[in-house]
T-cell receptor, first 111, second 113 residues
């Protein structure tokens, strides 16, 4: 069964550094998403992406965040200057005419 | 305010019993609902979905019930097994395509031997 894959599985960075989280969505899917989950809490929407542009974003997704689909397969989330409170699991998801399919996430730890 | 994750509601059931996990959704305009299972260290895994033109849908060992009048969703798991132990989230979607899904706070299901 096709899967959403995310790399790295764990990223440790220092406060103020830039990080890029990478995702390969399921190949025939057209809608792409980033969600985050602070330890032990619920899954929170960050941004959705369709037709090479952001279709919706939450209040969390401020100017420090950006997304890109640099080629036909990858979908990336960049955090320009990380803060301690950015520490969380970041999940990529994709869909077509279907439920969201999630990857196993990248655990981001900001020290 | 936001609930603290460590105080996640927990449902404990005996192995072999049926489980019912409940979810109250927020928006009467939501027209598509999904139940996800999340095991430790993994991403949410799709279990079953239902659209607002239905009030019941069955899968393998799982049933989802939708009550639009009171904005309530439930997940029933028959003959609960140890592998069912996880956190279960409901998610609602207002528009069918390209819009975000809003997740509920989650319920931890613990299956006792």
């Amino acid at each position: 069964e096709p899967e959403v894959t995310q790399t790295p599985s764990h990223q440790v960075t220092q406060m103020g550094q830039e990080v890029i989280l990478r995702c390969v969505p399921i190949s025939n899917h057209l809608y792409f998403y980033w969600y985050r989950q602070i330890l032990g809490q619920k899954v929170e929407f960050l941004v959705s992406f369709y037709n090479n542009e952001i279709s919706e974003k939450s209040e969390i997704f401020d100017d420090q965040f950006s997304v890109e689909r640099p080629d036909g397969s990858n979908f990336t989330l960049k955090i320009r200057s990380t803060k301690l409170e950015d520490s969380a699991m970041y999940f990529c998801a994709s869909r077509d005419r279907s439920p969201l399919h999630f990857g196993n996430g990248t655990r981001l730890t900001v020290t | 305010g936001e609930s603290v994750g460590l105080h996640l509601p927990t449902l404990s059931v005996q192995e072999g019993d049926n489980s019912i996990i409940n979810c109250a959704y927020s928006n009467s305009a939501s027209d598509y609902f999904i139940w996800y299972k999340q095991e430790s260290g993994k991403g949410p895994q799709f279990i079953i979905d239902i659209r607002s033109n239905m009030d019941k849908r069955q899968g393998q060992r799982v049933t989802v019930l939708l009550n639009k009048t009171v904005k309530h969703l439930s997940l029933q798991i028959a003959a609960t097994q140890p592998g069912d132990s996880a956190v279960y989230f409901c998610a609602e979607n207002i528009k069918n395509y390209g819009q975000n899904f809003v997740f509920g706070p989650g319920t931890r299901l613990s299956v006792l031997p």
